[in-house]
C-alpha cells in the first residue's frame, strides 16, 4: 500500500470532469494532428522533445511550440468544460517500415511490395538466407 498523497490545494471543482464528443462541435476545442501527435510522444510515448521532434521532421523549437500549443487547447477546454476534437492542419502518415533482412549480411532493405511468401535474394551479397521484415511505428 502506497502512501497517502498529501493535500493538494486547488482553485476549482473543473466545469467538466467527462469529456464526450456529444456537445455541439462549435463548443469543442480542436486539436491539430500535430499536436496530438506531439503530445503522444512527449507524453505518453514519453520520447524526449529531441526525438519526438526527429519523429515529426520539425525542429525542437517548432516541436516545442507545437507541444506548447496543445497543452494551451488542452488547459482551455479543461477549464472551461469543452469538448476536444482531433482533426485537421498540414500532416501525413508516418508508414511502417517493410521489406526484407539478411540473415548473411544483416543487409535490412525497404521493399513497398514486401510479403512472406515471396522469394528474394539480398541485393548486397547475393544470399537466399533473407527474412521478411516488418517494423512497426512508435
Ligand atoms: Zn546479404
Redesign the pocket.
Known amino acids: 500500500m502506497g502512501r497517502r498523497a498529501g493535500r493538494r490545494w486547488v482553485t476549482y471543482p473543473p466545469n467538466n470532469s467527462y469529456f464526450s464528443d456529444t456537445k455541439p462541435a462549435e463548443e469543442s476545442i480542436v486539436l491539430t494532428m500535430a499536436e496530438f501527435e506531439a503530445l503522444r510522444l512527449k507524453h505518453y510515448i514519453n520520447l524526449n522533445q529531441q526525438d519526438a521532434a526527429k519523429k515529426m521532421v520539425i525542429s525542437q523549437p517548432t516541436f516545442s511550440r507545437v507541444l506548447e500549443r496543445a497543452h494551451q487547447k488542452l488547459t482551455q477546454a479543461l477549464i472551461e468544460g469543452k469538448s476536444i476534437k482531433v482533426y485537421g492542419g498540414n500532416y501525413s502518415f508516418r508508414k511502417a517500415f517493410l521489406g526484407y533482412g539478411?540473415l548473411?549480411?544483416?543487409?535490412e532493405w525497404e521493399d513497398k511490395h514486401a510479403s512472406k511468401e515471396k522469394k528474394v535474394d539480398?541485393p548486397?551479397?547475393?544470399?537466399d538466407?533473407?527474412y521478411y521484415l516488418v517494423k512497426e511505428i512508435i
Open positions: 539478411c548473411d549480411c544483416n543487409h539480398c548486397k551479397c547475393q544470399s538466407n533473407v
